[in-house]
């Protein structure tokens, strides 16, 4: 049986019907480029995030640059984030003019560890970015706390992790803002890029609004210099409609990946990922730790089965970021896990047939004898 990595075929034909009502409309509206499409989608959204405010900008990287330079964050100053995420997190710190700091991430869940705050932290620190890894918020509360006593900014890097909570709270809501990508592989996809930075201040969502239009505040005023980070209508109107499966596709999710774990339980060789009771995770990715990657993936392969590496190179180490002097052995954790993730097939519309599949393969790569055949 083939199972596909990704498969947004099927994700769409649920709702395909509703998807074309709705860029009809924008069509027939004529209402391309920001305007009420976007606006109503910010609407929800922000409910949706149990937020006051939702800004519709151009992507997940663009809501990161918006969000720092609406606090002010440029040249001189230090952002602290981690290592193991997509890069764009760290893109937009560098954006900015301020410079990336990492800490390493924690063993069990993936994302930041708190412990290594201390040691990232300078007089010239801004803001921490924790990243919301695969769907499961960071321990959020020690971050929060330290950042909070040397007045610090917390932004989230919420792009995978829509409708995640910690302690009850939304992901996006328990930082000064949170940022969100609509990539179409995402948990919630748009038809193309789209993002948005979600955030209780009225302030910091007012500047984000201007910034992500020229600066402008009404038409041809222009407050400060901004740029073209519009969110478009077409974008925003099959949002909307995705938005109302979104919760209900997280849960489907959960249930997969609950089915992942029950069934590679106690295999050895293999390291599942971990949920912590306080956190409602939302398995954007299921990855799982192998040692010997090549040879694993080489068998799922074999087997048809679709799988990814989240993420193969940490930033720390990616020539791009060689300016910043990092070598081999600076964030053990993020580079051991860098060798050895498997990101399994994971989308709501998996079929359990499918994930039997999955996991018959799995198997068969690391205990390849005539027992498990
Ligand atoms: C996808 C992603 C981004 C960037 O979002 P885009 O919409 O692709 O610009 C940023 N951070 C993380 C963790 C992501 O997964």
């Known amino acids: 049986m083939n199972v596909p990595f990704l498969d947004l075929k099927t994700h769409h034909a649920a709702c395909r019907r509703e998807l074309v009502d709705a860029i009809n409309a924008v069509i027939d509206a004529a209402a391309f480029a920001g305007g009420p499409f976007v606006t109503r989608f910010e609407e929800d959204f922000a409910c949706f995030c149990e937020a006051r405010h939702a800004v519709g900008v151009s992507s997940g990287s663009d809501a990161l640059w918006l969000t720092m330079t609406a606090l002010g964050i440029g040249p001189g100053d230090e952002v602290i984030t981690v290592p193991m995420t997509f890069i764009a997190t760290v893109e937009a710190i560098s954006r900015t003019g301020a410079r990336p700091v990492f800490v390493d991430i924690e063993q069990a869940t993936y994302t930041m560890d708190p412990a290594g705050l201390e040691r990232a932290v300078t007089s010239h620190t801004k803001a921490i970015i924790p990243v919301h890894l695969f769907g499961q918020m960071p321990d959020m509360a020690p971050i929060l706390d330290f950042a909070r006593a040397r007045g610090i900014v917390v932004i989230e890097d919420a792009a995978q992790a829509h409708g995640a909570r910690y302690d009850g709270y939304r992901a996006g809501t328990l930082g000064t803002a949170g940022c969100f990508s609509f990539y179409p592989g995402k948990n919630l996809g748009a038809f193309g890029e789209a993002g948005a930075v979600v955030t209780q201040d009225v302030r910091l969502a007012d500047r984000i609004r201007a910034l992500r239009d020229h600066g402008q505040v009404r038409k041809y005023h222009h407050v400060e210099i901004g740029w073209n980070c519009r969110m478009d209508g077409i974008q925003a109107a099959v949002l909307q409609v995705k938005l109302r499966y979104l919760e209900d596709r997280n849960e489907w999710r959960r249930k997969h990946a609950a089915h992942y774990a029950r069934a590679l339980a106690g295999i050895a060789g293999l390291v599942l990922p971990i949920c912590r009771p306080s956190r409602t995770h939302v398995s954007h990715i299921f990855a799982i730790r192998v040692a010997d990657r090549k040879s694993f993936m080489r068998h799922m392969e074999s087997r048809g089965i679709g799988c990814g590496i ?8 990616q020539d791009a970021y060689a300016c910043l002097g990092h070598r081999c052995g600076a964030f053990p954790v993020a580079e051991r896990c860098a060798a050895e993730f498997v990101s ?16 018959q393969a799995v198997v068969g790569a690391l205990h390849p004898s005539p027992a498990y055949a």
């Open 310 to 317: 989240h993420y193969p190179v940490p930033v720390h180490l």
């Open 344 to 359: 399994l097939p994971m989308y709501p519309e998996l079929a359990s047939g499918q994930i039997d599949a999955v996991v």
